[in-house]
C-alpha cells in the first residue's frame, strides 16, 4: 500500500490538484474497468471540491455515465435538511452533473429505524457489488477529535457490518450513518481532504501520535492512502 502526503498553500490549490487527480485516476481506471465507484464525503472542507468538478474543465472530462456515487456517512435527517451531506453533494456537485439518478446511491435516512436504514444501505451495496463492496475510491474528511466519516473515537463498529448505524455521536446530528473501518479499508483508494488551521492540532497527532489509534489513523485501503493538506493545516507539521 502506497501512502502520499501532499501540501499545498491553500484550499483552492489543494482542490484543484485533487480535481486534477481524480480525473486522471478515474480515467485510467475506466480504460480496464466498465465503471468506477466513489464515495463521498460530507461536512463544509469537500464542497469546493464539489464545485470544482462541477465547472470546466474537469465536468466534460469526467464519464459521469460510468461513475457510481456512494456515501462515506450521512446524517440522520432528511435528504433536503441543512445537515444532510447528500444535499450538500447534490447543490454542489451532482445537480450540475450529467450522472444518471441510477449512479447515485444516498443513504437511506426516511422512513425507517436508524438500524434498518444501516441495514438498507448494506443489503444495497452487496448487491451493487454482487458481494463485498469494494469501492475504487473514497473521500475522507477529518474531525477536530479525529473522527472520519462518523465513525468517531469510542465508537467501535461491529466488526461484521460494512454499514454501521451510530446513535449518539458527539457532533450533532447525534443519528447517522457510516461505512465501518471494514468497507473503507477494502477500498482500492482513500484520499483524506483537510484544510484550515482549525485542523492543525488533529492532523499533528494523526501523523506523530500512531499510538492514540484515532479513527482517521486505522483508514488502511488496499492500494492507495493520500493525504491532501494546505499549509494551515500541515502548520504543526515539521514535513
Ligand atoms: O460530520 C462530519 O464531519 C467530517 C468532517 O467535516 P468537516 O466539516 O470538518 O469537513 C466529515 O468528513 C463527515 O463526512 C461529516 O459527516
Redesign the pocket.
Given at each position: 500500500m502506497n501512502r502520499e502526503r501532499r501540501i499545498f498553500p491553500d484550499p483552492e490549490t489543494a482542490c484543484e490538484a485533487l480535481a486534477q487527480d481524480f480525473v486522471t485516476t478515474v480515467a485510467r481506471a475506466l480504460e480496464k474497468a466498465a465503471r468506477f465507484t466513489v464515495a463521498l464525503?460530507?461536512?463544509?472542507?469537500?464542497a469546493r471540491f464539489y464545485r470544482l468538478l462541477a465547472q470546466a474543465p474537469y465536468r466534460e472530462r469526467l464519464a459521469w455515465e460510468r461513475l457510481h456515487v456512494f456515501f462515506?456517512?450521512?446524517?440522520f435527517v432528511p435528504p433536503d435538511h441543512p445537515d444532510s451531506?447528500y444535499r450538500m453533494a447534490r447543490e454542489t456537485l451532482l445537480d450540475h452533473v450529467p450522472i444518471p439518478a441510477a449512479n447515485v446511491h444516498p443513504m437511506p435516512t426516511q422512513g425507517l429505524t436508524l438500524p434498518a436504514a444501516a441495514q438498507r444501505y448494506e443489503t444495497h451495496l452487496l448487491e451493487c457489488f454482487a458481494g463485498p463492496p469494494q469501492l475504487d475510491w473514497v473521500l475522507?474528511?477529518?474531525?477536530?477529535d479525529g473522527?472520519?466519516?462518523?465513525l468517531f473515537p469510542g465508537f467501535e463498529p461491529p466488526p461484521e457490518v460494512w454499514v454501521a448505524a451510530v446513535a449518539s455521536a458527539p457532533?450533532p446530528p447525534p443519528q447517522?450513518l457510516t461505512l465501518t473501518y471494514r468497507t473503507f479499508n477494502q477500498a482500492r483508494q482513500a484520499v483524506f481532504l483537510a484544510t484550515g488551521p482549525g485542523?492543525a492540532e488533529i492532523v499533528a497527532r494523526v501523523f506523530t501520535r500512531p499510538e492514540l489509534n484515532l479513527p482517521a489513523q486505522r483508514i488502511v485501503p488496499r492500494e492507495q492512502l493520500s493525504w491532501y493538506l494546505d499549509e494551515a493545516a500541515s502548520a504543526h507539521l515539521s514535513t
Amino acid at each position: 500500500m502506497n501512502r502520499e502526503r501532499r501540501i499545498f498553500p491553500d484550499p483552492e490549490t489543494a482542490c484543484e490538484a485533487l480535481a486534477q487527480d481524480f480525473v486522471t485516476t478515474v480515467a485510467r481506471a475506466l480504460e480496464k474497468a466498465a465503471r468506477f465507484t466513489v464515495a463521498l464525503a460530507g461536512g463544509v472542507t469537500p464542497a469546493r471540491f464539489y464545485r470544482l468538478l462541477a465547472q470546466a474543465p474537469y465536468r466534460e472530462r469526467l464519464a459521469w455515465e460510468r461513475l457510481h456515487v456512494f456515501f462515506g456517512d450521512e446524517r440522520f435527517v432528511p435528504p433536503d435538511h441543512p445537515d444532510s451531506n447528500y444535499r450538500m453533494a447534490r447543490e454542489t456537485l451532482l445537480d450540475h452533473v450529467p450522472i444518471p439518478a441510477a449512479n447515485v446511491h444516498p443513504m437511506p435516512t426516511q422512513g425507517l429505524t436508524l438500524p434498518a436504514a444501516a441495514q438498507r444501505y448494506e443489503t444495497h451495496l452487496l448487491e451493487c457489488f454482487a458481494g463485498p463492496p469494494q469501492l475504487d475510491w473514497v473521500l475522507l474528511g477529518l474531525g477536530e477529535d479525529g473522527h472520519t466519516a462518523s465513525l468517531f473515537p469510542g465508537f467501535e463498529p461491529p466488526p461484521e457490518v460494512w454499514v454501521a448505524a451510530v446513535a449518539s455521536a458527539p457532533k450533532p446530528p447525534p443519528q447517522r450513518l457510516t461505512l465501518t473501518y471494514r468497507t473503507f479499508n477494502q477500498a482500492r483508494q482513500a484520499v483524506f481532504l483537510a484544510t484550515g488551521p482549525g485542523k492543525a492540532e488533529i492532523v499533528a497527532r494523526v501523523f506523530t501520535r500512531p499510538e492514540l489509534n484515532l479513527p482517521a489513523q486505522r483508514i488502511v485501503p488496499r492500494e492507495q492512502l493520500s493525504w491532501y493538506l494546505d499549509e494551515a493545516a500541515s502548520a504543526h507539521l515539521s514535513t
